[in-house]
């Protein structure tokens, strides 16, 4: 609701004579929290309900956390990627301090790196890749609820560490408060997923609430996003497999990071590319961002990220059929 709340501030900002209603609606997967993502259907859980709100007229717009957005959206509906983005990296959360050096993780004054019988909780198969890597003898478990709810398991002591992503601490407000047991993960460590950071706002492609919309459309983020999801999309990978992107603009250049991993960490592809960019260009600039993210998942595909995402996706949808 926060992430809502803040949007419709900057629509009434925008039409003071807006008047405007929030109605919650409450998804797949803000019901079904005692298994994982992977097992209850992928894309779409947090999505389905309310795109049926938009199709039946009972809500006009839906405001989404991008990276919880399928890459393909019905055909009568539009996204508007509103900015700025919030940071996109992800962020451990422990019940002591720790930092990292050298690629390795620390508890406060230990000399050795942290990892053996270390519990982190995380739902995320892309996290647990990469976390496979910075503390490969460490215990993943599976962890899920809101953010409230998994801090509060953490301080329960059901979890060393858990993983959460910076932004939405940012926009809870709870990020100066948790600062002594923040380690931020660089981007070399645990690359983001596509779209992560990022607010999306939904539509239906109709002219009167697409004008209301375009004073908050953000060139730079929309170009960015759009290539991290057509990265995903090319692919044919769902929001919950290990895939991960991250597209930053530099000096005129869009420079797109692409990942995909083995859920055990022991292959792992990394593969960028880069394109000249202006704002200016509009429309253009965005369908340029889109070949740049088919692209870079065409040298991941070359290296045998294909392999590596079928060998996810067959597990899973058997998963799916006992949930």
């Known amino acids: 609701m926060t992430q809502t709340r803040w949007v419709v501030q900057r629509l009434q900002k925008l039409w003071p004579d807006l008047e405007v209603v929030i109605e919650q609606v409450r998804t797949t997967g803000d019901k079904v929290t005692n298994v994982p993502l992977s097992q209850i259907g992928g894309d779409g859980v947090f999505v389905t309900e309310i795109e049926n709100a938009l199709h039946e007229r009972r809500i006009d717009l839906a405001v989404h956390s991008l990276k919880d957005l399928p890459t393909v959206q019905p055909d009568d509906l539009r996204l508007v990627i509103v900015g700025p983005r919030e940071d996109v990296r992800d962020v451990l959360v422990t019940r002591e301090p720790f930092h990292i050096s050298n690629g390795k993780l620390y508890a406060e004054h230990m000399t050795s790196p942290t990892g053996e019988g270390l519990r982190i909780g995380t739902c995320s198969l892309r996290r647990t890749a990469q976390l496979r890597t910075i503390v490969p003898d460490a215990q993943i478990l599976s962890l899920r609820g809101n953010v409230d709810t998994r801090l509060r398991k953490l301080e329960a002591g059901d979890y060393d560490a858990i993983v959460l992503a910076s932004a939405g601490l940012q926009r809870l407000a709870l990020a100066e408060q948790l600062a002594e047991r923040l380690t931020y993960l660089p981007l070399e460590l645990l690359l983001p997923a596509p779209g992560q950071g990022a607010l999306a ?36 990978a769902g929001c919950y497999l290990p895939v991960a992107a991250y597209g930053a603009i530099t000096d005129g250049t869009l420079t797109l990071t692409g990942l995909v991993a083995s859920l055990d960490g022991t292959r792992r592809i990394d593969v960028q590319q880069r394109i000249p960019w202006s704002e200016t260009a509009g429309v253009t600039s965005v369908s340029a961002a889109e070949q740049l993210g088919v692209n870079v998942a065409e040298l991941a595909l070359a290296q045998g990220a294909q392999e590596i995402i079928q060998a996810l996706s067959g597990p899973r949808e058997r998963e799916q059929q006992h949930v």
Request: net charge negative; charged share 35%; aromatic share 2%.
């Open 201 to 236: 706002i939904e539509c239906r492609a109709e002219a009167e609430i697409e004008a209301l919309l375009a004073p908050l459309r953000d060139e730079a983020v929309q170009a960015t996003t759009s290539a991290e999801r057509m990265f995903m999309r090319r692919l044919g």
